[in-house]
């Protein structure tokens, strides 16, 4: 994501303006879950004592992977930005991002940690997705698995109790 020059509100507490960004951020992105295609934002910048205080609305696309069925599919996302403050010198142990000595800001780390947060850690095409079936491989979504007599195998002991239940019973 490209820097943003704010010399022009250095040392202008009051002073802001309004920026509009359409990047891309390279490796935003967990296992089942990224963001590849460019992402718009809409930020105000405001002057303040400490440096620039930025707001503003992230928006954008997400490529995921069902959790259950690993079909590929998109859902957008819309991600409020609040009073993120941008310092000359931000201390070690801050939550506040370190503004350039020449007068220019990177977003880019904001635009991870807002929008890296909003990454579903188990995404699901639908909420009652079926998955796959555990023997074939099958989605049982399109009925893709036939159907098998075969028990879990952890199971096997008590199936043999049972039958013997039944048999005496008999």
Request: hydrophobic content about 35%; overall charge negative; charged content about 25%.
């Amino acid at each position: 994501m490209r820097a943003i020059d704010v010399r022009d509100l250095l040392g202008h507490p009051g002073a802001s303006r309004t920026q509009a960004l359409h990047d891309t951020v390279q490796g935003l992105g967990i296992e089942l879950a990224s963001v590849s295609d460019a992402i718009d934002a809409e930020l105000l910048l405001e002057s303040v004592v400490e440096g620039i205080l930025v707001s503003g609305r992230l928006t954008g696309t997400m490529s995921l992977r069902c959790a259950r069925c690993l079909k590929d599919f998109t859902r957008s996302f819309d991600v409020q930005v609040a009073g993120e403050l941008f310092t000359p010198r931000p201390p070690p142990d801050s939550d506040e991002y370190p503004l350039d000595p020449e007068g220019s800001l990177d977003p880019e780390q904001l635009v991870r940690d807002a929008v890296g947060i909003e990454l579903p850690f188990s995404p699901l095409c639908a909420p009652d997705c079926r998955g796959l079936c555990p023997v074939c491989g099958g989605d049982l979504n399109l009925g893709e698995c036939p159907g098998h007599e075969q028990a879990d195998p952890r199971w096997a002991e008590l199936t043999d109790l049972f039958a013997e239940t039944d048999d005496a019973e008999r």
